[in-house]
């Protein structure tokens, strides 16, 4: 596989654009020479239907493809989730890695929630997916590498009151998913896993290899 041509999607999370993955992406290109595309989505107005079928267009668009991985920070992982739900057997081989993806219901965003003005801008993808109990097991034989942060910087760990190790929005036992092949703790933030080269370094491993080089 790392010997074949390789092209990257990131999906970005909640009320972001996928700019905030320019850095991280950049030194993937830099590091592999891999092509890198961001799928954006509303994440505030569409649904998660919508999103894997419109992911689906997007990645069958871009052509005859060898090798794809793909990255989703946050709520984008579980798009990910969602959409290799739907296709299980996607055609072009890769491996997925998912960044401060919570596979269970997230305090933070329950907790958040139960003020009006932000239950207002949360939006009907996260209540669907975030503010439920949630058992997900990744079913899919594409291999998924999760990478927490354990630096407490960010709003969420306010309305949530983690008494465990949190990227500052989501705790570290929130992002572990049965069925993954690999879990590595960094100590980044939410937002600064997007920034950070020790987690470029690792997803690029992950990525080539199917393996984080450090453990946590």
């Known amino acids: 596989m790392s010997d074949a041509p390789v092209d990257v999607v990131f999906v970005h999370g909640l ?26 989505y509303q994440s505030r107005s569409s649904s998660m239907e919508d999103i894997v079928a419109r992911l689906h267009a997007f990645v069958t668009d871009l052509g005859s493809l060898r090798t794809l991985h793909f990255i989703g920070h946050s709520l984008g992982g579980l798009v990910l989730y969602r959409f290799f739900e739907k296709y299980p057997h996607f055609a072009v081989p890769g491996r997925v890695v998912f960044l401060g993806t919570p596979s269970v219901a997230s305090k933070a965003a329950v907790r958040a ?46 309305f949530a009151g983690f008494a ?20 590595l ?20 491993l992950f990525l080539r290899d199917g393996r984080f080089s450090l453990r946590g």
């Open 113 to 158: 929630a139960r003020f009006r003005p932000i239950a207002a801008w949360i939006g009907d993808l996260v209540a669907e997916e975030l503010l439920q109990p949630r058992e997900r097991r990744w079913a899919c034989a594409r291999e998924l590498g999760i990478i927490a942060g354990t630096q407490r910087l960010g709003l969420g760990q306010f």
């Open 164 to 183: 465990e190790d949190c990227d500052g929005t989501i705790g570290v036992s929130e992002t572990r998913l049965s069925g993954a092949h690999d879990h």
């Open 15 to 40: 009320w972001m654009t996928g700019s905030e993955s320019k850095l991280l992406r950049r030194r993937l290109t830099e590091e592999y020479t891999w092509r890198t595309h961001v799928f954006r």
């Open 185 to 204: 703790c960094v100590h980044v933030s939410h937002m600064g896993m997007l920034v950070s080269p020790a987690v470029a370094r690792e997803v690029g």
